[in-house]
C-alpha cells in the first residue's frame, strides 16, 4: 500500500501541541467534516499516463443527491496522506456543463461494473443501492502528491486523474493487493453487478479526456504591484 | 482549453449551488447504515478549524474566506481539507498543505515558487482559531506564522461557479502590501460572523515571530510581480493498453 512507503519528513509531534489538538478537537465545530460518511476505495490513473496507478481512498459527503465532495487519500490508516479531492455529479448536471469542462470529468461506469470501486466493509448487499448509482455517474479528480513515484511531500502540480474505462487497463497487481486486503473478489462481484447501467444516454464522448490525454501546465502572468 | 484564470462559458447563472435534488429520505437511511460499518479513520485526524483568507494567485483582487480543517502528519507538516464556511453545508473548494520552515528552505527554488508565508496574516489577525481563547493557541500560532502553505483550489465560487470548473487555481496569503492586502469589507464580514476581533487579536499577537524569507521563492508575487495560473493541456497519454 502506497501510504506504508512514503514517510513525510518532519520531527514527531510534540507533547504540547498534541495536548492543544486534543483540546481545540473537543473545542472547536467541525461541521464540514462531520459530514463526510462515505469511504469508497478505488484506482485512478494520471491523466497523461496510464502506467502510472494510483489506489485511491475516498472520502465523502453528499451536497445534495446529485453532488457528491470528497477527499482523496492514499490509505485508510493513521497517517494517511491527502492526495486529492474528487467531486462526483449525477448524469444531468454532466450534460449541462460546458463542453469546454467535459473531457475534464471521467465515468464511473467501468469501474462500477467491474466491482472496482466498492465501499470497504459494507456488505455487498447494502452497498449494492449506493452502487447503481455511482454507476451513472461522472467524477472529477485532481491529485496534489504523487504517492506513487516516491514524493515525500506534495511536490509539482495538480495532476488531472482519470478512472479506468476497460479491462485489460488496471494492473493486476495492484487489483489483487486491494482484494486480499479486504476480503473482497471483484469478479465475483462484477458478476452480481451485471444487471447495472451506466448513464441513461451513454457515456458522453467529451468525458473521460474526450479520449485524449489531459496534463496542467503552469504559467505566468503579470501581477501588478500598485494598489 | 480549461485554465484557471478563464471564465468559464455560461454557466447556469441563478441556480442553486450546487444545482440537485435534496438527498431522499430513503438514501439517507442507507448511508446512516453503511456509515456506522465503516471506521472513516483519515477524517477523524481533523483537530485544528482556522479561519483566514486567501487571494488567488493570478488575480490578488479576488480575495476569500477560508476554512481550513487541520490534521496534523507531525510537527512539520498539516494537511488540510479547506471549505469555504463552516456550515455543514459548506462547499470543498480545495487543499491546503502547511509546512514548517525547516521543511520549506529545503524544497527546490522552482518548488517553492508555489508556496506562501503565513507570518503576516498570523501577526495582523487575519488568522483565527474560532472558538478557542487565543492564549491556548498560542505556541501553535508562533508555529504557523513560522510555516509555509501551498494551497490549490479546485471550486472557484466566489466568481459564482455552481460546481468545481476548469483547473485549480494556485492561492496566495494576504501580505502587509497592495495588491495583498484583504479589502476591510471582507474583513468586516468576516469578523462580525466569527464574533472575532482581528484588532484585537492582532494587538495580543505583537510578539509573535515570523521567519526570514529573503533568498526563498515564497510569496513569489511580492519580489518578482509575477502570479502563476495553470492551464489544462491535451497531450499524448501514455498508454498500456487501449484507451477509452
Redesign the interface.
Known sequence: MASAQVDVPGNPTSTGTALLETATAAIQGFHPINKIHQHLCAFHFYGDDMTRQVEAHHFCSHQNEEMRQCLIYDGEELGAKLIGVEYLISEALFLALPDEEKPLWHSHEYEVKSGLLFMPRVPAAVQRKEMEQVSKTYGKTYHFWQVDRGDHLPLGLPQLMMAFTQDGQLRQDLATDVEKRYGVSFEEEREMRKHMTGPDQGIHPLANGAGKGQRLELREVDISLVA | ???S?EI?????AGRPT???????VG?TV??????M???????R?????LCSFALYG?D?SRQIET?H?C???????L???V?N????????I??E?I??D??FK??PLD?QK?WHSHAYEVKSGLLA????PDM??R??LD?LAKSYG?F?C??QVDRGDS??????ALMMSPQG???GMVRPDLLKKRDDKCGISSEQLEASRVEIEGVNTAGTNADY??KH????????????????????
Open positions: 482549453m480549461a485554465s484564470d468559464p462559458a455560461a454557466d447556469a450546487p444545482p440537485g435534488n435534496p438527498m431522499s438514501r442507507i448511508d446512516k447504515g453503511a456509515e460499518m465503516q471506521s472513516l479513520k483519515p477524517v485526524q481533523f483537530k485544528q478549524h493570478h490578488l476554512h480543517y490534521a496534523r502528519i507531525n510537527q512539520d507538516f494537511q488540510c481539507a471549505y464556511s463552516d456550515e455543514s453545508r459548506a462547499q470543498l480545495g487543499v498543505y509546512i514548517s525547516d521543511l529545503k524544497l518548488e508555489l482559531s474560532p472558538h478557542v491556548l493557541e505556541r501553535e508555529n501551498k490549490w479546485t471550486w460546481l468545481p470548473l476548469g483547473a485549480p502590501v497592495n495588491p508575487w511580492m510581480g509575477k502570479g502563476f495560473a495553470l492551464d489544462v493541456v491535451e497531450t499524448m497519454m501514455k498508454l498500456r493498453t487501449p484507451f477509452p
